[in-house]
């Protein structure tokens, strides 16, 4: 099973932006989809943004026009861009691969932001 690892997460203010990234074990190229979830406290995972294996995107409207997923074939990564952040994004982001009945996760890296 593929391994996935995110970075980028961290503290920062409203308003502020943060780049999550993705690294997977190997290549993405056999996952029909990946993307990010996240999970606050109290509160059920919930899908943020998902980009198909032809590059077609998806996003939660609470992050449309604010965050950016992309992905990168030849380095097996996967992005999240994240601009204009929002005290209410704070949670913690995972990374999601889907390959037809299989799924991935990551183990989660903190985003926080303050007010």
């Known amino acids: 099973q593929v391994q996935l690892v995110e970075s980028g997460g961290g503290l920062v203010q409203a308003g502020g932006s943060l780049r999550l990234s993705c690294a997977a074990s190997?290549?993405?190229?056999?996952?029909?989809?990946m993307g990010w979830y996240r999970q606050a406290p109290g509160k059920q995972r919930e899908l943020v943004a998902v980009v198909n294996s032809g590059g077609g995107t998806n996003y939660a409207e609470f992050v449309k026009g604010r965050f950016t997923i992309s992905r990168d074939n030849a380095k097996n990564m996967v992005y999240l861009q994240m601009n204009s952040l929002k005290p209410e994004d704070t949670a913690v982001y995972y990374c999601?691969?889907?390959?037809?009945?299989?799924?991935?996760w990551g183990q989660g890296t903190q985003v926080t932001v303050s007010s």
């Open positions: 999601h691969a889907v390959q037809y009945a299989s799924v991935s």
């Open positions: 190997g290549s993405i190229l056999k996952f029909n989809a």
